[in-house]
């Protein structure tokens, strides 16, 4: 007696914003496991705006997805059959197979999670990769330090909330950007000593001088366009910058428009650094070391925007692009 | 009996472009040297892009210059009378006090040239902050390796005439970018492996491809714009850009358009930095040491343009905006 797995496939390459139309759900039998393989239920798929990327043909550092087959990122799941030694039935795993409700793989490509009673779904978030991604960023690339200021961008997602958090226990000044009064009132709760609504500051300029006399030593990136340009005007002398997304541009079709104020790198001495946590997983083990007591002590906080089901997956994705999320995206399995 | 001293002045704010009539030649009676004062008589002045950026009102690395005062630079001069121990007649000595025939200056704000037999004007340009900032840029900011391919834009100035030499000796293999003919058969008699004339490559992604199809470690710009572009998307993993000059913008009046691909920094976790060399004059015996005795032994070359005579300076200075000059920009004074 075989499973059926229902998984979320490709039907077409986006054009821009993805529509609904260009993903499909899909049935299919899973095989029974062979030795060495395990047999996963899903209840928690990451939704990520990394993915955009690979629903492009344009080579990437990931393949593109290929069309007409599930598709791939992080996924926490129950281990439901196991023909592996090191898996049980009932192990909590997570793994790259998300996008699908269940699935037989190797061993090999499941990851058991640390004991603890957190949340599950919080290894898809703040003890995952947008969490890690924002402690490398911060301490392995940009190196803040007490009374420095930082400026994070999208500041409101799951990187930028852990951002926002991790700087305040470094000792940092932050000010956050995001895009809504409820973001702005959450991001305050989180610690972040001042929060721009970019929709409703006409002048990103003006408010940076008056945010940031003294200018800018870190800016955390998640967003390019205008508020790249600002920050590079208000950046300190030998400030940092941390690229990490240009969400602005993930949708644009090739017409993103880069900063005009260049210059300002020259006259300010500022580094820029690309940053993809895949460089920095060797130091996870130091993240969770600082991370998970301080979720179990609430020193650290996580929020979720969590869409029902398998099929609100694609919905959840698009939602991504449209401000709709406050800390990480989710979708919950039946 | 007081000498004269004949002097370009900024007459106002260049728009764009400068013109030769925001310049004014002007002579003013110069004092007496008081004691702890020296008077020079300049014979070369230093012309350099990055002068643009004082003369508009603009804050930058430093302050705008001044109306109707005499401008500022590098020049090399001569000892004429001394009120200061540390200098006698006939003294070699290097200043910022060009734009002017003479001066009179106190003793701390000359730098006497290293003894040697090599042209003093070098010390304008590849002994002086053109071939610093090179070497700076290569060695301290980008640790550029044997092995590694370097692209440099406006490989045929000062700056991009440097970091081609420096790099060969380095064991990199060297890719420069310039505007002519000329320019191109000059820069491969300094060694560099291919080069590109922009002016007549309308693909230059495709050229990066051909010539570069392992990517590119290390660019040293100079310039922005389309080879900016064309660079990220041909970078290496990990790639490191010195950003030390926008040339292309310094006339732009604020139209500059930025590179449209900064997601390829992401990607590839590509380092940008900005330089300037006053961040790096600690390391300028270092320097001297390597490329002193480099020049004696014919090891380095430097290609000079020279202009005559002081009135010339405006126009000298205006071509280096239209690539007027192969290797370093010069007035010499009768």
């Not at 911060?138 to 400026?151: F, R």
Request: with cysteine; proline share 6%; net charge neutral.
């Amino acid at each position: 007696m075989s499973q059926l797995s229902h998984q979320i496939q490709l039907l077409r390459r986006p054009s821009g914003l993805p529509a609904p139309d260009d993903f499909t759900l899909q049935a299919v039998a899973l095989p029974e496991p062979q030795v060495g393989e395990v047999l996963v239920a899903n209840q928690w798929l990451s939704v990520d705006p990394y993915m955009r990327g690979r629903m492009s043909e344009a080579k990437s550092y990931v393949p593109p997805f290929a069309l007409n087959a599930p598709l791939e990122g992080g996924a926490i799941g129950t281990v439901l059959a196991s023909r592996h030694p090191g898996f049980k039935v009932g192990d909590r795993v997570s793994s790259m197979l998300g996008w699908r409700d269940s699935f037989v793989a190797k061993g090999e490509q499941l990851t058991r999670l640390p004991a603890t009673d957190l949340p599950p779904q919080l290894f898809l978030g703040a003890l995952g990769m947008p969490g890690m991604t924002a402690w490398a960023g911060l301490h392995q690339v940009a190196k803040l330090q007490a009374g420095e200021t930082l400026l994070v961008s999208a500041a409101s997602g799951a990187v930028g909330t852990m951002a926002v958090q991790l700087a305040k226990r470094v000792g940092a000044k932050v000010i956050g950007s995001t895009g809504s009064a409820d973001k702005v009132a959450y991001l305050k709760t989180l610690g972040a000593d001042a929060v721009i609504n970019y929709r409703e500051t006409p002048d990103l300029d003006a408010e940076l001088a008056r945010l940031a006399p003294e200018g800018i030593q870190v800016y955390f990136e998640n967003v390019g366009g205008a508020m790249l340009e600002a920050a590079l005007n208000h950046m300190a002398l030998h400030g940092r910058i941390v690229l990490c997304g240009l969400i602005e541009q993930y949708n644009s079709n090739g017409e993103a428009s880069g900063p005009r104020n260049l210059a300002q790198v020259i006259r300010k001495r500022i580094l820029i650094q690309g940053l993809l946590v895949s460089d920095h997983w060797q130091h996870y083990g130091a993240f969770l070391a600082e991370a998970i007591p301080a979720f179990e002590a609430g020193a650290l906080q996580s929020e979720e925007t969590v869409s029902q089901g398998l099929a609100s997956m694609p919905q959840a994705f698009i939602g991504l692009f449209q401000g709709r999320n406050t800390g990480k995206m989710l979708v919950k399995l039946d």
